[in-house]
């Protein structure tokens, strides 16, 4: 059975960084990419950044580009979301995604399988 654990989320000050982290387990030997989304109160759930299966290629949402960073370390399978210069509209619940492919996750297709999310708060 496939699971995502997040973790990392918090509150900070608007400019501030958080890092989230998230562990993946089950179904060995299953090359996949990963992802963030985040959606908050009153909004759809939207894309925020994805990876490839090794790393190389990355894939960020326009609202995010040159502030957040994704990575992976495949050994503890587990992806990495950087936050950097942190705004109030970025306060939401953060999910971390999986979709069976080697290739970038984007916003579609949906992925296979969530995590259950952690919150980011960002004050002014």
């Known amino acids: 059975q496939v699971q995502l654990v997040e973790s990392g989320g918090g509150s900070v000050q608007a400019g501030g960084s958080l890092r989230l982290s998230c562990a993946y387990s089950?179904?060995?030997?299953?090359?996949?990419?990963m992802g963030w989304f985040r959606q908050a109160p009153g909004k759809e759930r939207e894309f925020v950044a994805g990876?490839?299966?090794?790393?190389?290629?990355?894939y960020y949402s326009d609202s995010v580009k040159g502030r957040f960073t994704i990575s992976r370390d495949n050994a503890k399978n587990t992806v990495y979301l950087q936050m950097n210069s942190l705004k109030p509209e970025d306060m939401a619940v953060y999910y971390c995604?999986?979709?069976?492919?080697?290739?970038?996750?984007?916003?579609?297709?949906?992925?296979?399988?969530w995590g259950q999310g952690t919150q980011v708060t960002v004050s002014s």
């Open positions: 990876i490839s299966w090794s790393g190389r290629d990355t």
């Open positions: 089950g179904r060995p030997r299953e090359s996949y990419a």
């Open positions: 995604a999986v979709r069976r492919t080697v290739w970038v996750m984007t916003s579609r297709p949906e992925p296979d399988y």
